[in-house]
């Protein structure tokens, strides 16, 4: 019997089913590793209980009877009776843009009609679009979009979620970006990784080469400088390595500056054209390399053999319908695999359940592998597996209750997330 002197945060009680993921201390789950998922099952007369402490902490996870025995007389702020339900860990976004003002439904039309996301992007659209937009617009008007569609996110269970800038393109505008997201960090109850992309795209006028100078010689310093200050936190560094907008020798200068500072290395690479963005993803001992449509066999086998952790995006692949990234064989190549909704105003999905149905559908992944992909491996592409990813004693008390007795039901259920998830709950809080 365990004595608390203060009251524990949550008790779940009587639920049906409880996904750990994996229970062994796993950071990250590679190639055939990704195929099972640890379950526990409810008996029939014991259900399943979790125990969050006052910390936010997962403290326990058993069958009642045994949690009651361990926690008798304990104080809980809440209590939530899950008979019929079972229980996921919180779902980790792995790559998004939420930062931005206006819309693109103008450029979806174009899209449909023919036009390639480059063709939109040369006759000044796209991301260009979005750079305009944001320029204009106030740190507050940025900051109440982004804690609308957070909070869009965790109705679709979402507890933790990699956010860029990168529609600023200079050093004014990156600042304001991710000024918002620190903001957002401090007044949004999910956990935000913030992630400097200021090498998004070339500016209007500029050149590659004038880009390239203005982020390590400009933006980068004084980014630096405000994070000394605790003015801001950047945890990531990011760079759109493609054709025609960087290359990957200006790629591995910015990315490798970033690196200098301690920010994790997670890009954009291999989306459009092979751009052996893997092999520099490797090379760098990356945490992440996001899109991979047009990876390399040699780039599988490097960014395996260092963990370096793909994040699939299927949003972007069937919105420009672009052929989909070979998910089958990166994880029969023995890498590790993970889920992003890549919301942004070109691909505007923020619902993690409909990207893990279309990672099944798209791109061949059973639900085990598109769940351990949009848990602890996309916990550990940001490099917090330690604490979110899987409902293990000791870290954080992030979970969805699911109306349901069978988890599958949050990747079957197309588009339903509001019928399948009953509570999201957030270091043993319940947020929705």
Known sequence: TIIHRMALRLRVRRATQVVLVCCNGERVLKGAQMKNVVVYESERDQGLSIVVDEGGKIAAVGYDSDVDARFAGAQYEKEI???????????????THPVWTGDRVHEFAMK????????????????????????RSSEEELLSSLCGRLWGMVECGTTVVEAKSGYGLNLEGEVKMLRVLERGRREHPITISSTYCGAHAVP??????AAVQDVLEVQIPHLASLCSSGELCVDNIDVFCEKNVFD????????????KLGWKVNFHGDELHPTNSAELGAELQAHAVSHLEHISDEGMVAMAQVGCVGVLLPTTAYILRLRPPPA?????????????????????????????????????????????????NSAAALGVSDRYGSLEVGKMGDFLILNTSKWEHLVYKLGC????????VKGGRVIH
Do not use: W
Request: proline share 3%.
């Open 204 to 209: 209007k006028g500029s050149t590659m080469e």
């Open 417 to 424: 997330h509001g019928e399948v998830i009953r509570f999201v």
């Open 328 to 376: 089958r064989k990166m994880i029969e190549r023995g890498m590790a695999v993970a889920l992003g909704t890549d919301f942004n105003p070109n691909a505007y999905c923020m619902s993690m359940p409909l990207v893990m149905h279309l990672a099944c559908i798209l791109l061949h992944m059973t639900m085990a592998e598109a769940l351990v992909a949009s848990t602890i």
């Open 81 to 95: 009776d899950a008979s019929g339900c079972s229980v996921v860990p919180g779902l980790v976004d792995a790559h």
């Open 248 to 259: 990957i020798e200006a790629t591995r200068k910015i990315l490798k500056a970033g690196q």
């Open 112 to 135: 449909l009609a023919g036009a390639t996301y480059m063709d939109i992007h040369a006759m000044g659209g796209g991301i260009h679009f979005t750079v305009d937009c944001v320029r």
